[in-house]
């Protein structure tokens, strides 16, 4: 086979994957990654930003005010966002407005945008747990882990091949009203989002997902959920050793109730990269001192390497 008709094969698959409306083909190289980029000390700067706008409740002035913030953030970096708004009953009171942010990359406006499939999301949920009787900074939870995607999106979009098969999403709601997470309190966010996804076709679900949450601590030790999926546990590990970042992840042992769980249940395989061994949790003592920027800076860059290498890559 000659070159010329070798491009022209390539031409017409390129051609036909995009008639077909299927993600662009990737392929990992290792001098065009760019996992290396991620900064924990700009991580850390939105995280500072997102604490001085005090506790952030779902339906709370504060949290509008952070996704505003965060849309700014994205929109500055070429991505384009969508607010998924709904309303839930809570313990706490009858109904309350909540709202996922998502948001989607495109080197340039395309109508169908929402319509196209994509392969990997990337998830953390950024409200902050109520509470009457105390002032929750929330910096660690869940300052920590929408830092460290706001900057992964800075990150990504510098190979737009990359950027183009992601979706962030900015979950709402995570925390439940009352003390803890149950079948009908807590991970509204997340459960409303797998419900309206399990409306479309297969076609249009990601392939993998990976959701951030409490990623800051100072003594990092990530334990992801026993009965999260073993093939992308494994290709964490990988990618974690790969940076010479293997001490800090692991397995917790127990399940642990996380946006993760609705996301697994409509056979998206979800893995929760979390750090639950944490003094403060859900104590006014989650404050910007117990947050590092070198715990996000590891977390990040391993995440990227991960998505990078290990999930689009051919290895």
């Not at 005010?65 to 700014?72: G, P």
């Not at 419900?195 to 990601?206: D, F, G, I, V």
């Amino acid at each position: 086979m000659t070159r010329r008709v070798q491009l022209e094969w390539v031409l017409l698959l390129v051609v036909g994957l995009c008639a077909c409306g299927k993600p662009a083909t990737y392929r990992y190289d290792v001098d065009a990654a760019v996992y290396h980029k991620f900064s924990g000390d700009l991580a850390m700067g939105h995280v500072t930003k997102l604490v001085g706008f005090g506790p952030r409740p779902a339906g709370s002035s504060a949290l509008e005010t952070s996704r505003k913030y965060i849309e700014a953030r994205l929109s500055s970096l070429g991505w384009e966002t969508q607010r998924q708004t709904f309303e839930s009953e809570t313990p706490a009171s009858d109904k309350v407005t909540l709202v996922n942010l998502r948001a989607r990359y495109t080197p340039k406006p395309v109508a169908d945008l929402w319509e196209r499939p994509y392969k990997v999301l990337i998830g953390s949920h950024y409200d902050t747990k109520l509470y009457e009787d105390n002032e929750f900074p929330g910096a660690n939870d869940s300052g920590s882990s929408t830092g460290a995607l706001i900057e992964i999106a800075r990150v990504l979009v510098e190979p737009p091949s990359v950027a183009q098969v992601c979706e962030l999403v900015f979950f709402d709601g995570e925390e439940a009203f009352g003390k803890n997470i149950t079948d009908v309190d807590g991970l509204y966010g997340s459960r409303y989002f797998a419900k309206q996804l399990r409306k479309e076709e297969a076609s249009q679900h990601p392939e993998h997902g990976i959701i951030l949450d409490m990623i800051g601590d100072r003594n990092l030790n990530v334990g992801v959920p026993v009965d999260s999926p073993r093939g992308l546990y494994k290709k964490l590990l990988k990618a974690a050793n790969d940076l010479g970042y293997g001490e800090y992840f692991g397995m917790h042992n127990s399940g642990i109730i996380d946006d993760h769980v609705p996301l697994n249940e409509i056979g998206i395989p979800t893995i929760d990269i979390i750090d639950l061994d944490f003094q403060p949790w859900h104590t006014a003592g989650d404050t910007l001192d117990q947050v590092s920027s070198d715990s996000l800076r590891i977390v990040g860059s391993t995440t990227l390497l991960l998505i990078e290498k290990y999930l689009l890559g051919d290895d």
